[in-house]
Structures are given as structure tokens and as C-alpha cells.
């Protein structure tokens, strides 16, 4: 008998018929086996999730089917009955940690809490449990991390903290909602590593939610796949990749951006729009990081970009990328170095004297949410900057509504809010608002790193049509190694604040000579495999 077996599952807004938002969902996961969850934002894949964990928004209504764990129906059950299989019987890794861990609570004391609820153990029992989990999550220094906040551990030691959550009561069923999606390369083949032995050791079933077919071709056994609330196929992962029977699927995966470098452009111009010379940034020297200490985020960075170029830097969390690309912004000050814009060196410039030099460099952030503001609409957002440069009202906006329909959005969305924009159109209004301002240079920090992998392949090809139309230079930030290997004509590689390696993308990517730029490439998932011909690299060669 399956673990958990679901059945025609239709979930419904407020519970209406005809506003099915999971459509007949059919899945089965045997105890040790993986499946994975595939689709696009909106397909109905963390809605799946949550109504088997019993967590749906009460707005959100199963109308038919069956959700069965061990053959008990969860959608019979009653609150006080799913709150006691929560943590026992399954248990769900969340996207985000640092929403779903308390800030204020030690992440110790957050585990311990599953255990005080759910076990009889004494307390010193279940501190020495809670460590031992630490301990099989591969978390350094446990006795100091269980006294540690949230906000003092890196990202992959926070989703190792979840994982640990919830896995501490040894439930047969765990669900992974996209648990790496905004995690580096390294910490990612981590975490999948760590989920793979723990299955094999605790012989759980695992329900692996996400939009990247790379990981799922690391990880899965079983795939099934979803559009908009329905079921498009459901294979094992080796005949999944190598036949697609839908469409969709196979869309799917042509958009996966190769590991494989693109063919280098010639140069546009010898004009360089961007360089730096011995950029460095450091912290420290008393206040948050204590008396005396010192942290040097960046060391001596020196770049160049050409007009029509695209410069990537790729590294791991904490290497310093968006220090560089702040500094370079001057949303930070850099400690020492120059950095050049148009043949002016702004590293030491005030903020006055900033001013008309930022109209030449803009940026374009990860989340188009949090950098738009919710509350006026999006034409005012993309008018704001030339305003400020003295435009006129009515001009800005009839430039607006050019711009979002260089984008790909029709003119009239001028009048709407970022709220009724998916993801991939807020990211089209934010280039937009960087390119009324006229730049030389657009930096993208992580710009298409929490996108669907369909849409993250709009936005680069939007990105790429616009400099070849524009001219622009592009700074492109990234730990994700196939969208540098499509995007990006240069390629820069840091750790630890320093240049490991620089150079031309086939160069460094496709024949790396640092020890740490290749451990890079071979820690990035679905690196073996060709998504667009279906089939692994190997198979290529043979």
C-alpha cells in the first residue's frame, strides 16, 4: 500500500465549483521513494502540499477527492487530529526559513518545541535529541547553534535548521516545498545530498515541490507534472526527461538554461560603460562586528565592461557579489578603489554630486515585490526617476507606456498595482523602471533567480533583445551557473570577498582552472544532462 495516496483532489476558492484552482490531482509515494512536483507558479503545487499537511487558507476549499496517509483520509480528519500526525507522521520544509522560524526564538529551543509537544521526553532528553538531529544535518559546532537566533546563521544552515524541525520526530512522509531554490550551488547539492541519505536512513517518502528540472533530475524518482491546477503526465525521472509526452513538459525543459557556455559575442564598441580598479569594501573596527574585528567583504575587484557587453559574477553566498554591485551603485561606500561610470570616477562622490551621475547606472533587484512600491501604481513607480530629473509629467508617462510595451506589457498597464502583476511580469515592470532613466549600465542582482524556469527564459531573452537594441552594458549577479553560461559574455568568480578567476565565459566555465570554480560547476544540479534534446550529455558523446 502507498504512503500517501491522493485522488481526484479538487481544491476551489471559497469552495466554488467553477474556480478550481487543483483540478483532479491523481498522485501515489511508497515509503523510501521521491517524488517530485513540477510546474510554473500557479499550477497548484505548494496548494497540493498544504492540503495534505492541513494547512490550506480558509479561503481555499478541497471540494472532491481523497488526501490518503498510511489509508487514512486527512480530509476527514478533524484539526486536533491533523495537529497530532503533524511532525509524527509528516512534516513540511518550507521555501523561506527566515519566515518560518521565529526571529526571537533560538533555533534550539524552535525544535525542542516539536518534541515537547509531541513526546514525553524529559528536558534534558530532549535537548541531547535536538543536538543529535543538529548533528545529522551536518550543522557545525551544535552547542553553538542551538543558541543561536535565526538571523546569525546563513542561509543553507537555516533550511538545515527546518529540515532538522522536521525530521526530529521521524515522520514517513516529508514534503519539501522548493527548499533550495534561493540557496547557492553548493549549499543546494547540500541540502539535496542531506535529504537523499536521511531518506535512505529513515526510510521516508518524500514530496519534492519545485520549478527547477535540474534539481529534480538529481533527486526524483517519479515526477509528476502541473499546469494550472492539472495533471500533464506522471513518469519515472529517467523517462520523464528523455520523453516528454506533453508539450508543456518539453517547454519545460527547452527553457532550462544550459551549463554549457553560448558562442562569445564580438564586442559592440571599445567604449567601457563600467570598470573598477582595487574596489574594496571593508566592515568592522568596533560597532555590530566588535571591537577591533575586521571583515573585508571585498578585496581589490578590478572589472571592465564594453558597451553591448554582459559581465557575470557568480559565486557562493557571502562572496561578496552584491557588495560589489552595491558598492558599484553607491548604495554602499566602498572603502578604497575606483569605480568608473561613463569616465567618471563616483567612489568618492557625495551624494549631491551622485546625483546626475545615477541616471546612467541602474539596478534591477531579485524581488520586484519589495523593491515596488505596493501602494501606487506601476506608472508612477516607472515615472518617479525622470520626474526627478526634471522631465514633465506627461512626457514621463508617455515614455512609461513605450517602455512596458518594450518589455512585453501592454501600455495600459500603466494604471494597475505590482499586486496584480505574477512574478515575471513585476521583473519585466522593474527593467522597465531602470531603463527610463536612459543608462549606460544595468546591474541585475539575482534578477531571475526566484523565477519559474519558463519565465526566467523570458526575462534573459528580454534582457539579451534589449542590449542588443540599447547598447546596454549589463552587470549581472548570480550563483545560478546555467543562466551565467546563457547571459553572460565575461565571467567573474568570487570567495570570500576575493577574484578567484575572471575571464571570458567559455574560458572559465567551460575549461575553469581554480579549484573553487570548479568545485562550483560540479556541485551545480543537472549539470549532466541536455534538457533541450532530452537526453543526458553522455548520450551526446557516445
Known amino acids: 500500500m502507498s504512503l500517501l495516496e491522493i485522488k481526484n483532489l479538487r481544491i476551489a476558492l471559497n469552495g466554488d465549483e467553477d474556480k478550481q484552482v487543483v483540478k483532479g490531482l491523481d498522485l501515489s509515494i511508497e515509503p523510501g521513494q521521491t517524488m ?3 510546474g510554473e507558479s500557479g499550477s497548484g503545487k505548494s496548494l497540493s502540499a498544504l492540503a495534505t499537511m492541513g494547512l490550506l487558507p480558509s479561503v481555499l476549499k478541497p471540494i472532491a477527492g481523497s488526501i490518503k496517509l498510511k489509508g487514512e483520509n486527512l480530509l476527514e480528519a478533524d484539526a486536533a487530529r491533523m495537529r497530532s500526525l503533524r511532525a509524527v507522521s509528516m512534516s513540511m520544509i518550507f521555501q523561506e526559513p527566515m519566515t518560518a522560524l521565529n526571529p526571537v526564538a533560538r533555533v534550539g529551543q524552535q525544535i525542542e518545541e516539536v518534541l515537547e509537544f509531541h513526546s514525553d521526553l524529559s528536558q534534558s532528553r530532549r535537548r541531547t535529541r535536538v543536538k543529535e538531529m543538529m548533528e545529522a544535518v551536518h550543522l557545525p559546532d551544535v552547542d553553538k547553534m542551538y543558541e543561536s537566533f535565526p538571523h546569525q546563521l546563513s542561509g543553507g544552515q537555516r533550511q538545515r535548521i527546518m529540515i532538522a524541525m522536521a525530521l526530529v520526530m521521524r515522520p514517513q512522509l516529508l ?27 529513515q526510510g521516508a517518502a518524500v514530496l519534492f515541490i519545485t520549478h527547477d528540472m535540474g534539481v529534480v533530475s538529481e533527486i526524483a524518482d517519479d515526477v ?3 499546469k494550472l491546477g492539472e495533471v500533464m503526465e506522471t513518469q519515472s525521472v529517467d523517462a520523464l526527461l528523455r520523453h516528454p509526452r506533453t508539450d508543456y513538459t518539453r517547454a519545460l525543459l527547452r527553457a532550462v538554461p544550459s551549463h554549457v557556455p553560448r558562442m562569445a559575442r564580438a564586442a559592440q564598441s571599445d567604449n567601457v560603460v563600467l570598470s573598477t580598479n582595487d574596489l574594496c569594501k571593508t566592515y568592522g573596527g568596533g560597532g555590530f562586528f566588535g571591537k577591533g574585528r575586521e571583515v573585508k567583504a571585498a578585496q581589490d575587484v578590478s572589472i571592465s565592461i564594453t558597451k553591448g557587453r554582459t559581465l557575470g559574477i557568480v559565486g557562493e553566498s557571502g562572496s561578496g557579489k552584491t557588495t560589489v554591485a552595491r558598492c558599484i551603485m553607491r548604495l554602499i561606500d566602498p572603502t578604497s578603489g575606483t569605480i568608473m561610470v561613463g569616465g567618471t570616477d563616483i567612489a568618492t562622490m557625495s551624494q549631491k554630486e551622485l546625483k546626475p551621475q545615477r541616471k546612467n547606472i541602474q539596478i534591477v533587484f531579485q524581488d520586484p515585490m519589495r523593491s515596488l512600491n505596493p501602494r501606487i501604481e506601476v506608472g508612477q513607480s516607472i515615472i518617479e526617476g525622470p520626474l ?17 510595451e518594450l518589455v512585453g506589457l501592454p501600455a495600459s498597464a500603466v494604471d494597475r498595482f505590482p499586486h496584480q502583476f505574477s512574478g515575471g511580469q513585476r521583473q519585466r515592470i522593474a527593467i522597465a523602471r531602470a531603463l527610463a532613466m536612459d543608462p549606460d549600465v544595468l546591474v541585475a542582482d539575482e534578477a531571475v533567480s526566484a523565477l519559474d524556469v519558463s519565465v526566467q527564459a523570458q526575462v534573459l531573452d528580454l534582457l539579451a533583445e534589449l542590449q542588443e537594441r540599447l547598447g546596454l552594458g549589463i552587470l549581472f549577479i548570480t550563483h545560478d551557473l546555467g543562466v551565467a553560461a546563457q547571459i553572460c559574455d565575461d565571467v567573474l568568480v568570487m570567495q570570500h570577498g576575493r577574484v578567484v578567476e575572471y575571464g571570458p565565459a567559455a574560458q572559465v566555465l567551460g575549461s575553469p582552472q581554480q579549484d573553487y570554480t570548479k568545485a562550483l560547476i560540479k556541485a551545480a544540479p543537472g549539470r549532466h544532462w541536455d534538457f533541450a534534446n532530452f537526453r543526458p550529455f553522455s548520450d551526446a558523446a557516445e
Do not use: W, Y
Not at 540557496?183 to 547540500?190: F, N, R, S
Not at 526627478?388 to 512596458?404: H, I, P, Q, T, Y
Open 224 to 226: 509528476t507534472v502541473l
Open 388 to 404: 526627478n530629473f526634471g522631465v514633465s509629467r506627461d512626457k514621463a508617462m508617455a515614455r512609461a507606456r513605450e517602455l512596458l
Open 36 to 38: 517530485c512536483l513540477v
Open 175 to 201: 514534503i519539501a516545498d522548493e527548499p533550495t531554490t534561493a540557496l547557492d550551488v553548493t549549499t543546494q547539492a547540500q541540502i539535496l545530498s542531506l535529504i537523499r541519505e536521511l531518506r535512505e536512513d
